[in-house]
């Protein structure tokens, strides 16, 4: 499906606030944003910080057609780099004593009949077999279809849930990787067994509200952006479709925060910097598991390759119309968060060489 190359390629390569650019733009970063548009994208928002201070840019416009340009701090549906912002929430009450890393899923949520090998800690590191309900896989169509109409409806976790137990696993827990959005959605259902509170709860009071991300929310079901953002577009095969307003219950725990560049990179910030996990916890989150060339992964984060021997940190994200991805150099110094409102074309090779030409200078 063509979400899973977008993801893919991504991997290569509410009040809105209007920032001012406060350092100068040494790798020809609006250049980049410029040429990203060029490649087919709708628009384009980055935010970047370096020891000379941050950046923000845009290119591209609010709406196919139109001349608006995106404004600074626009809001956006940040897909995937969610599944951070849950892992961090589910390792908090790890912390607390509430859950074990290597405590059962089965014996949290026992009504799904869970392999009893699948722990919390498998679930969080995309090693725990389960097969994917929104990209399916092993001779099987995706719970979720590559529609309007499914992204439009409201889809309740349990369903995915039920959808990939009823499956044979994909490998032996433990055994292996592989990226799966049910990974995510059970690890919602946990944060809401321990805590006794919802999802949406625990993100903004463990999150969102002590590091002041006021542009961040976790909509459940609503299906609009809710001030400044623009607009995604994305082709069923019969031509583009603005496909900004749809249902992020399809993809919940594992994709369904809106967010802005600003944001993003405050969060990243707050959590390798050590400000919402304990230490051990952090180093937990941190000890990547070797997938591929291009990157490794930990516990609901990656740490990708880039040119010149550097490495970020940090997540990728995709939901039909939107891209991102947010990295944070190890030491802190470099971090750049990015937006794209996808439309169609090959961008890949900006993308790459915009976050080569911030995350690996000397």
Known sequence: MRRVLLVLSAAMMFAGVVH??????????????????????????????TPAGPWDGTAGVVRLGGGEPIPAGARFRIGSITKTFTATALLQLVGEGRIGLDDGVAGWLPEYGFDPRITVRTVLAQTSGLPDYLNGGSGYAPLVGDSLGDIRRTWQPSEFVHWATDKPLEFAPGS??????????????????????????????????????????????????????????????GGLLDVTDQNPSYVWAAGGI????????????????????APHLLA?????????????????????RLGDGCVGQGHTGYVNGFGSRALRSPDGRYSISLSITDAAGDFSGPVRRLVESVMCRS
Do not use: C
């Open 20 to 49: 001012t650019p406060a350092a100068a733009d040494p790798g020809g970063w609006q250049r980049a944003l410029d040429d990203i548009v060029a490649g087919g994208a709708a628009g384009v928002q980055a935010h970047v910080e």
């Open 176 to 237: 292996a990787w592989a990226y799966s959005n049910t990974n995510y959605i059970v690890a919602g259902m946990l944060i809401e067994k321990a805590s006794w509170l919802p999802y949406h709860v625990n993100i903004y009071t463990r999150i969102t509200l002590p590091l002041l991300m006021l542009s961040t929310g976790v909509p459940q079901t609503f299906d609009r952006v809710l001030g400044p953002h623009a607009h995604g577009y994305y082709d069923y095969g």
């Open 258 to 277: 809106v967010s802005s560049t600003r944001d993003l990179s405050t969060f990243f910030a707050g959590l390798l910097g050590g400000r919402l996990l």
């Open 284 to 304: 937990e989150m941190r000890a990547f598991r070797h997938v591929n060339d291009t990157y490794d992964y930990g516990l609901g984060l990656y740490e990708f």
